[in-house]
């Protein structure tokens, strides 16, 4: 066999974990960290899972760790931030078998709310990071990460970018190498963190993070590779190569474990150069450090903060121009929309026509936040459309939400959204929230979750019924709608958001794109009947286009959901069989 393949970084972690003997792995989808689970769950040693939120999947690695198996949870750096609540306690505790937490950042916003940095995250939870440059090192530091973690008796955290996790590289792969359990043994002191415990714990923990960092002058992972000295780089992850590309000649200090960071190593190396960058995306989180040891960098003085780093902004900076090497070619402004047939654009049509504002949620819904839906006013985290909801009544009063619903998918709603439900219900809110039911986690690439009948692995098990659940947690009026009944939604959201009670009105149509959907039906137009009123275009369906003075529906992309059809008042628009 071949030992050498192409992979993606989030493959090339995968695989690290499988090699590295890991026994569970939980995570919740999140771009672009969504791949890791997909590509493990494909061998069979290792029991994969999809978990509610990533609180849940750092708690499940916990458990696992304290069990004795080897433990990965992954997550993008918004979930992060729902799991720090474990993650900070978890870093007191200690392992007993390796813990890796895997967390994709996403430097300028490919598909994310903001543009933390997870190493902010780590330092305050004093937590251990591994960033590698390529797919290879992906690998190699995931298993790496594991042996640490067993060292140090700590969880560490695998940081990558959205360039890394979506890039391909050749990795050369290994046998997995089977573990024993380690023995659990009952320790009050290390893994009950009431006061007393947490106290001593909390020595441990200042204990191993200087033992690591006096560890990290000499790890094979932080090397200086010597050049010229006129100019030096303290770099690491995927800017590594961008200095590589465009300074081929400079000194360069790769960090592969970015915290603790190596104080002797980087006062060595700033002293051996003329003149020294720290280049490093987001924050300047190596930079500040390095610069409180009284040392003399040029950082963030010059390099953004923002977005993604590339070798054409290296060579702006150190050239003051760039050349066809590196300039980028501007590709077409294409701006996303909601795919032709998604149940989501029925909703928000109704919304729209009702003249009603949307406190909205993560997912593909959002983008009924732009023209021509232009329904969705707020959108801020997972699950935070029925608590903006819930604070706008308790602010302003129950005449101020008449025009306002919360939208919540049901994977969000599911995540983060039935916590924000049950404070509703708690302290007596009205109003109307609308799940919509697309019976998928659709934004990452179609995920299952825990209402949708099946496991990460395929297999069938217990789907959630959302009605029954909201009903159970004090909700009495629910329904269930059909997503594409616009009548059924239009007289329901009406009453509802003039009445006095909690609604919850859950939206059921499954997503367009979901694997196996049969679309025996298309849409066409009468040019006959057709007076170009434009009124199908409101809707912003991608397969109804205006052109040389006719309204045309593309065939190829139309679906036959009939949306369009309810909005023509000239019966123009037939739904006809393929």
């Known amino acids: 066999m071949d030992n050498k393949m192409i992979m993606l970084g989030n493959e090339a972690i995968a695989r690290g974990a499988y090699e590295a003997g890991v026994d569970v792995s939980s995570a919740y989808p999140g771009t672009p960290s969504t791949e890791i689970n997909e590509a493990l769950c494909k061998y069979d040693a290792v029991y994969t899972e999809w978990a509610p939120n990533e609180k849940v999947a750092v708690e499940v690695a916990f458990g696992a760790s304290v069990a004795g198996k080897r433990t990965l949870a992954c997550m993008k750096h918004v979930g992060l931030n729902v799991a720090s609540d474990p ?35 780590a330092r305050s939870a004093h937590v251990p990071v591994l960033e590698p440059s390529d797919s290879q090192e992906a ?23 959205t360039k890394l996790a979506h890039s391909q590289s050749v990795v050369e792969i290994a046998d997995r190498v089977e573990r024993p359990a380690v023995p659990y043994e009952r320790n009050l002191r290390k893994y009950v963190m009431m006061p007393a415990s947490a106290i001593g714990r909390h020595l441990v923990v200042e204990d191993r993070e200087n033992r690591m960092a006096k560890d990290a002058e000499t790890m094979a992972i932080n090397k200086v590779e010597k050049g010229d000295g006129k100019i030096g780089f303290i770099t690491s992850g995927i800017a590594y190569q961008y200095v590589k590309e465009v ?57 953004t903060k923002q977005g993604e780093y590339s070798a054409n902004l290296l060579k ?63 959108t801020v985290c997972m699950g935070a459309s029925i608590s903006t909801l819930h604070g706008m009544e308790k602010a302003c009063g129950k005449d101020f939400i008449k025009n306002w619903v919360a939208v919540i998918g049901d994977s969000t709603f599911l995540h983060t959204g039935i916590n924000s439900l049950i404070g509703a219900v708690y302290n007596k809110c009205t109003g109307t929230i609308l799940i919509l039911d697309n019976r998928t986690t659709g934004m990452t690439g179609h995920q299952e979750h825990s209402a949708t009948g099946k496991t990460l692995k395929g297999e069938e098990t217990y789907a959630i019924d959302l009605a029954s659940l909201c009903k159970s947690v004090g909700v009495t ?33 499954p997503c367009a794109l979901l694997k196996g959907q049969k679309f025996p039906n298309r849409c066409e137009i009468s040019a006959e009947k057709c007076k170009k009123c434009k009124m199908c275009l409101k809707i912003g369906c991608p397969a109804i286009s205006y ?22 008042k000239f019966d123009a628009i037939e739904v006809v069989q393929r």
């Open 247 to 303: 300074c081929p000649t400079a000194s360069v200090l790769k960090l592969g474990l970015v915290n603790p960071l190596p104080k002797k190593l980087i006062e060595d190396f700033v002293a051996s150069v003329e003149t020294c960058y720290v280049f490093e995306e987001l924050e300047p989180v190596i930079e500040e450090q390095v610069k409180s040891w009284g040392l003399k960098v040029l950082g963030k003085e010059l390099f």
């Open 87 to 121: 993650l900070y306690t978890f870093a007191y505790t200690g392992v007993n078998g390796g813990a890796v937490i895997v967390v994709a950042d996403d430097p300028g916003l490919a598909s994310s709310q903001n543009e933390q940095d997870t190493r902010m995250v």
């Open 547 to 568: 052109r040389d003075g006719a309204i045309t529906i593309d065939e190829t992309m139309c679906n036959g959901c009939g949306l369009c059809k309810n909005y023509c």
């Open 139 to 161: 690998k190699d530091f995931t298993i790496l990460g594991f042996e640490l973690s067993e060292k140090y008796d700590t969880p560490v955290i695998l940081r990558t970018t």
């Open 477 to 509: 009026n629910v329904l269930e709608i059909n997503a594409f009944d616009v009548e059924a939604l239009e007289r329901e959201i009406k009453k509802s958001v003039l009445g006095d009670e909690l609604t919850v009105i859950i939206a059921k149509a």
């Open 316 to 378: 702006k900076v150190l050239y003051g121009k760039t050349d066809e090497v590196y300039d980028k070619v501007e590709a077409p402004n294409r701006p996303p929309i909601l795919c032709p047939g998604c149940p989501h654009r029925s909703v928000f049509s109704v919304l729209k026509k009702l003249k009603i504002h949307a406190a909205g949620d993560i997912g593909c819904y959002t983008l009924g936040a732009v023209a021509p839906l232009d329904v969705i006013d707020t």
